[in-house]
């Protein structure tokens, strides 16, 4: 059974950092290229960071780019997003993402909020 669960959120000043994980289960996790979504209440969900199946190519979306970094141990299947000098607009849903050609699993999400 495929499983992705995300950890790691909660609730963080502005400035703060926070570290998500995503253990994944039930595939083969070296295989897969992940990336991280986040979705804010009423906004679509979005691409955050991508991390190719051996670690060799990194993503990321304008937004967070020089304060978050996703990195993968693939002999733990986990893939980690290290977020640094988080803002108020960095508040949402986390989602972590497996994408191997045409399969896609995704976890169940965590919540960041970012505030005083």
């Known amino acids: 059974q495929v499983q992705l669960v995300e950890s790691g959120g909660g609730l963080v000043q502005p400035g703060g950092s926070l570290r998500l994980s995503c253990a994944a289960s039930?595939?083969?996790?070296?295989?897969?290229?992940m990336s991280w979504y986040r979705q804010a209440p009423g906004k679509e969900r979005e691409l955050v960071a991508t991390?190719?199946?051996?670690?060799?190519?990194?993503n990321y979306a304008d937004s967070v780019k020089g304060r978050f970094t996703i990195s993968r141990d693939n002999a733990k299947n986990t893939v980690y997003l290290q977020m640094n000098s988080l803002k108020p607009e960095d508040t949402a849903v986390y989602y972590c993402?497996?994408?191997?050609?045409?399969?896609?699993?995704w976890g169940q999400g965590t919540q960041v909020t970012v505030s005083t």
């Open positions: 993402k497996a994408i191997y050609i045409w399969r896609n699993y």
């Open positions: 039930g595939f083969t996790f070296s295989s897969y290229t």
């Open positions: 991390i190719t199946d051996f670690g060799g190519n990194t």
